[in-house]
C-alpha cells in the first residue's frame, strides 16, 4: 500500500504564495512521476505541473512562470511552489503519482486533495 499526503492549502489574497507538499509513504520502490492536478467547481481535472524521477518538468500554460514544481526524492515529497495567485486558481489540487512498490509493480496513486483558495 502508497499513500500521498498533501498539505499546504488554504485562503489566500490575489498575488499572493502558498506551498503544497505531496508526502508519500508505505511499500515503496521507486517513486516515478510526481503530478499535480487540479479541479476547480464545475470543470475537469486539469494537469498543472509533472515531475519526473529524473527532474525533467512539464507545466500547464497557465501556470508557467509563476508556479515551480519539485520534489526531494529523499522524503518522497513533492512540492509546488505557487506564486502571483489569481482567483481563477482556486480549486482542489490533488497529487497524483506512478510508484514501483516494493513488491515490483507499478501502480497510480492519488492523494485526497488539499483545498486552495484565491480571494480577489
Known amino acids: 500500500q502508497v499513500r500521498l499526503v498533501e498539505s499546504g492549502g488554504g485562503l489566500v489574497q490575489a498575488g499572493g504564495s502558498l506551498r503544497l507538499s505531496c508526502a508519500a509513504s508505505?511499500?515503496?520502490?521507486?517513486?516515478?512521476?510526481m503530478t499535480w492536478y487540479r479541479q476547480a467547481p464545475g470543470k475537469q481535472r486539469e494537469l498543472v505541473a509533472s515531475?519526473?524521477?529524473?527532474?525533467?518538468?512539464n507545466y500547464a500554460d497557465f501556470v508557467k512562470g509563476r508556479f515551480t514544481i519539485s520534489r526531494d526524492n529523499a522524503k518522497n515529497t513533492v512540492y509546488l511552489q505557487m506564486n502571483s495567485l489569481k482567483p481563477e486558481d482556486t480549486a482542489v489540487y490533488y497529487c497524483?503519482?506512478?510508484?514501483?512498490?516494493?513488491?515490483?509493480?507499478?501502480?497510480?496513486?492519488w492523494g485526497q486533495g488539499t483545498q486552495v483558495t484565491v480571494s480577489s
Open positions: 497524483n503519482c506512478n510508484v514501483r512498490t516494493t513488491a515490483w509493480v507499478t501502480i497510480n496513486v
Open positions: 508505505g511499500s515503496i520502490g521507486t517513486l516515478n512521476d
Open positions: 515531475m519526473t524521477s529524473g527532474g525533467s518538468t
